[in-house]
């Protein structure tokens, strides 16, 4: 099979109940149905269930505990979630005959640790196999460790916990490179990381940083970032001054995210955007196949037509960088 | 601008005529509805910061907090409503002090925190523990001292304070042993039915209301008696009838009396200079309608049955400081008669003398139930220390707090055992209740018997509350089923009140009972039961500790068993 058909993948994986569907849901501005995510606990929490039972389940509900998003993401990678070690017995035998089907073709493996958890050795365990299954099938796949839920720690303790656990982490992860973040969806965390994340999987990221610069620095902006399409994690920007809020990225992030929800209610996409104000005029747009831009000028007297234009012309420049150092990322498919 | 504008633009733009003009154009408008809008229309929904009602506070919305309002308000898309699962945590808001809500009518209002726990200073904690623990057993702790000897009460009282005080200790840590659960709420009945399952909650609860009603009893019997005694008095006083000939007790101004002199003798009194016979004096009508036993506990009933079926206790909330005053009111009683008629000490070691008691008597079991119930707080102490501002300073505060209760009662307990006028009274005739050692004519004691009628008539009604909120509670579901629940509850009580006057108004024996009862589970057997479990789950049970604890239990047991045969 040829690499440039199948399609490349995103592992997100973890024990149940560690917080992987809240996160995709959160990053990827998905509605989580009740329905499906109390199924997933019943079974992934059953611990204490008879086999029989939640083999019964599985049977008739098979797709809950795997979960294949449609999401694309980064052009064609698609996010897969996998409950690592939620029922001991039923989950290492479909586990175990799935595994080389699971880990082929795997561009970047994220796994989430639930800082909580009373199991550090079965969950070190489960992490190891599926760090051995990648080295057998997707050697070149990145490896990131999400140690989530920090906000349950004391504040003045998390750094020190943290540290004790990317230590391990690292350790066990040899000679795999695996980079390792905190996380808490209650706080900015989470976005940064995920941002992290993108940052160092989009191909030329530097060239493109650049370029962003300069773009910014001739038309003028104030800010300039760009985000990934799917996720609106930002990926890189530009500022001239310095700015106030620190968070302004996620807010951003939430709010385009919230509105693509409102849109998606109407059966409609969501593509550009324009904000005026006394002070200020802001332009969210379609830039390249995988990312979007947003920019904002101090001087509201520049009439849109002409950032819009010079977005639209800036487009073609970024396109051509993207298709000329980026081989993995098969613009051709791409039909408009 | 405009100029410049165009200028810029056209580095991008493709040279068409009318694409410039257009340019020109919509900019030309734009900048005059800017000009426009500036001069005449207001902005909407925008807050000036000095609207803020209620704190001039600085800056506002730290950028944290508008972060998190972000996120909160993107989560709740993502789920349904009644979805808690992006549910913001309670750590992750801000705490009320930081909250704001705004009004879009231009102000801005703190919210203040409704349920927000007032975190007391550490004085304050041990001040409200102090007054908490301070009962009516401070009446019978010179009592308790005479049943067990003088030197061996002050050893016992000693001993059972730090005993109480460690169980208490457990009490507290209990709630820090029990993992993955959040036990901010809990009280010392959870974390029973935690470990013992129904039996656990139930038998606690059960304990809990015998210390409640045995407490209620007490009351009423103390209530009888000072409603008795300062009737008595205003009656005497109106009537300038002298009582100082009809008991039995030392002459002169600072008159201590000997109620019973027969029965705290044994029937062998040899001392009848003194004695002059009550049957002399016939009963008036007086007498007859204001008697200790037979009227006066029905009279009480028509003041607080009422009182009981209120649907809400908060009321007689207000009048806690009445018990502080009673209690500083009483030391200083107690220490002017101390001084007054002077200390009247004598050893003797283990043999019993005319007038003096041995140091050391075997009726000691007495004075241990009664300092169980002296020192009893086990059922609320969390509830007490939640509340504490500095955590970690709890234990401290909680051993404060009991060095000044038992410095209180050993103070009461000395100055009354040694003042007690022993030439011509025996310390034997000292009462379960102190005050009845002084006759109803001595004004201030009149004035202390008063006082405390008046604290108890409040302090009945909030015990009566919170032995129907129990009961109610774990048998019905609701605090007031009904009125006819709550009043067949009243009844109850107060039927065992009445007939504990009537029959048995020994207030000495009424604290010890219920004492030994309810402290033998509540303070020793399930404090250390707990710990010793908890201990084991966690495989750190030390052979010294599980005898210490085990110990313990025995004492507790055998406090129980010592006030049926001693």
């Known amino acids: 099979m040829s690499s440039t058909a199948m399609k490349k993948k995103v592992l997100l994986m973890g024990k149940s109940g560690s917080g992987k569907t809240s996160m995709r849901s959160i990053i990827f501005a998905n509605y989580i149905a009740r329905d499906t995510r109390r199924l997933g606990a019943t079974i992934s929490t059953s611990g204490n269930l008879e086999t029989a039972f939640s083999l019964l389940f599985c049977f008739v509900f098979a797709t809950v505990d795997v979960e294949h998003s449609h999401v694309r993401f980064l052009g064609n990678l698609v996010l897969n979630l996998w409950d690592c070690g939620g029922q001991d017995t039923f989950m290492e035998n479909y586990f175990t005959s799935q595994r080389d089907n699971i880990f082929r073709n795997v561009e970047v493996l994220i796994y989430v640790f639930d800082v909580e958890s009373r199991e550090l050795e079965k969950d070190m365990h489960y992490y190891q196999s599926c760090l051995e299954a990648i080295l057998q099938n997707s050697p070149d796949a990145k490896v990131f460790c999400l140690v989530h839920k920090m906000d349950l720690v004391q504040e003045d303790q998390r750094d020190l916990i943290f540290k004790e656990r990317e230590e391990d982490l690292k350790r066990l992860s040899r000679p795999l490179a695996c980079t390792c973040f905190r996380t808490s969806i209650w706080d900015e965390t989470l976005y940064k990381a995920w941002s992290s994340i993108v940052y160092q999987l989009i191909p030329n990221v530097q060239q493109l940083e650049s370029n962003l610069r300069n773009f910014a620095q001739i038309i003028e902006a104030d800010e300039v970032l760009l985000f990934e399409r799917a996720t609106f994690l930002v990926i890189s920007h530009y500022q001239c001054k310095e700015q106030r809020d620190a968070h302004r990225f996620e807010k951003i992030s939430n709010i385009i995210k919230q509105f693509k929800l409102s849109c998606s209610k109407l059966a409609a996409s969501f593509q550009s955007m324009e904000v005026r104000n006394t002070n200020f005029a802001a332009f969210i747009d379609v830039f390249t196949s995988n990312t979007y831009v947003m920019v904002i000028m101090s001087d509201p007297s520049i009439p849109s037509a002409a950032t819009l234009i010079n977005i639209r012309n800036a487009r073609k420049h970024f396109e051509k960088l993207e298709r000329v150092d980026g081989p993995k990322h098969s613009l051709h498919m791409r039909m408009r | ?566």
């Not at chain 2, 309670?90 to 231009?106: C, F, K, N, Q, R």
């Not at chain 2, 029973?192 to 809990?208: H, I, N, V």
């Not at chain 2, 707080?377 to 709890?394: A, G, P, S």
């Open chain 2, 1 to 566: 601008t405009i100029l410049q504008a165009s200028q810029d633009a056209n580095r991008f733009m493709p040279p068409s005529p009318i694409g410039e003009i257009t340019g020109h154009f919509n900019a030309f408008i734009f900048n005059v509805a800017v000009l426009l809008r500036r001069s005449f229309l207001p902005r909407p929904f925008h807050v000036e910061p000095r609207n803020i009602v209620d704190e001039a506070s600085q800056g506002r919305v730290s950028a944290e907090a508008s972060a998190l309002s972000s996120r909160v308000h993107y989560y709740g898309r993502l789920t349904a409503s009644s979805d808690r699962l992006l549910a913001p945590p309670d750590h992750v808001i801000p705490p009320a002090e930081e909250l704001y809500v705004y009004s879009p009518l231009g102000t801005a209002f703190k919210v203040k925190g409704k349920e927000s726990p007032v975190k007391n200073p550490s004085i304050v904690t041990i001040f409200a523990i102090w007054n908490t623990m301070m009962g009516t057993s401070i009446l019978s702790i010179p009592w308790g001292m005479k049943q067990a000897g003088f030197t061996f009460g002050i050893i016992i009282l000693v001993s059972v304070g730090l005993l109480t005080l460690y169980c208490c200790y457990r009490i507290l840590k209990s709630t820090k042993s029990i993992p993955y659960i959040d036990t901010s709420d809990w009280e010392f009945p959870d974390i029973c039915k935690y470990y013992f399952g129904a039996f656990g909650q139930w038998s606690s609860l059960f304990f809990s209301l015998v210390s409640l009603i045995g407490a209620m009893v007490v009351y009423w019997v103390l209530m009888s008696n000072f409603l008795f005694n300062t009737g008595k008095f205003i009656y005497n006083y109106a009537h300038d009838v002298n009582m100082s000939d009809t008991d039995f007790g030392t002459n002169g101004s600072d008159r201590v009396i000997c109620p019973f002199p027969e029965s705290d003798h044994g029937g062998n009194c040899s001392i009848g200079a003194f004695y002059v016979s009550n049957n002399a004096t016939q009963p008036t009508v007086f007498d007859q309608w204001w008697s200790k036993t037979n009227t006066i506990p029905f009279y009480l009933v028509i003041l607080l049955l009422p009182l009981l079926n209120f649907r809400s206790a908060s009321f007689f909330a207000r009048f806690t400081f009445l018990g502080t005053l009673s209690v500083v009111y009483l030391i200083t009683l107690v220490t002017i008669k101390a001084i007054r008629l002077g200390f009247h000490l004598e050893f003797h070691w283990f043999e019993s003398t005319a007038f003096f008691v041995p140091e050391f008597r075997p009726l000691f079991a007495q004075f241990t139930g009664v300092l169980t119930l002296a020192f009893f707080i086990h059922n609320c102490i969390i509830t007490l220390m939640k509340n504490n501002k500095h955590q970690e300073n709890n234990v401290r505060d909680l051993s404060l707090a009991y060095l000044l209760v038992g410095l209180t009662y050993l103070y009461v307990g000395v100055m009354i055992f040694a003042a007690f006028p022993s030439p011509p009274l025996s310390k034997e005739c000292i009462e379960p209740n102190f005050l009845d050692n002084f006759p109803s004519s001595d004004v201030l004691v009149f004035v202390a018997r008063a006082f405390l009628l008046f604290q108890m008539t409040t302090v009945y009604p909030l015990l009566g509350y919170l032995v129907r909120v129990q009961v109610m509670g774990q048998l019905f579901g609701k605090h007031y089923p009904s009125f006819f629940h709550v009043f067949t509850l009243n009844i109850v009580i107060v039927g065992i009140g009445v007939l504990m006057a009537k029959f048995y108004p020994n207030i000495g024996s009424i604290i010890r009972y219920s004492g030994a009862t309810c402290g033998m589970t509540l303070v020793f057997v399930f404090p250390s039961l707990v710990h010793m479990i908890s201990l084991k789950r966690s495989g750190e049970l030390r052979w010294p500790s599980a005898l210490f604890h085990s110990l313990l239990i025995i004492l507790g047991i055998a406090n129980l068993i010592g006030q049926f045969f001693m």
